[in-house]
């Protein structure tokens, strides 16, 4: 899919950082490719979906990452694994924001929390996508 979804966590309304031994732990042995300068991931599943990833890591943190030209299917399930393991939110542009967990709405800024949907899985990430 040709799309962008950004991952951010947030601390009662503002963006905070995220570990970047979760983002290594969940996307690393899925990297098929990558270009340091340019803060570039190629991952991909075995069922053979694939993303790209465009992450900086910077002292063992990230300040927040985007996710683009991904495939449905097992890619979506590393990312749900991920912001479960990362205290993380996915932000769809023109969607609700995707929470691993009803606890994360309370940190959300205002205007994203009453729309919020909680993910499991990626079927259901898939399903709101398609709704939006």
């Given at each position: 899919m040709s799309y962008d979804m950004f991952v951010q966590r947030f601390e009662q309304g503002d963006a905070a950082p995220m570990e970047g031994e979760a983002f290594l732990a969940v996307f690393e042995p899925h990297v098929d490719r990558r270009e340091p300068q340019d803060n570039y991931w190629q991952i991909s599943a075995d069922d053979g979906g694939?993303?790209?990833?465009?992450?900086?890591?910077?002292?063992g943190t990230l300040s927040g990452f985007m996710v683009s030209r991904f495939s449905a299917g097992?890619?979506?399930d590393t990312?749900?694994?991920?912001?479960?393991?990362?205290d993380a939110v996915v932000l769809p542009p023109g969607c609700p924001t995707?929470?691993?967990?009803?606890g994360q709405r309370q940190h959300l800024p205002e205007e994203l929390r009453a729309d919020a949907v909680v993910v499991t899985a990626g079927a259901d990430v898939e399903r709101v996508l398609r709704t939006c």
């Open positions: 694939t993303a790209d990833v465009y992450a900086a890591l910077a002292g097992a890619i979506l990312l749900v694994r991920y912001i479960g393991l990362a995707l929470l691993a967990h009803e």
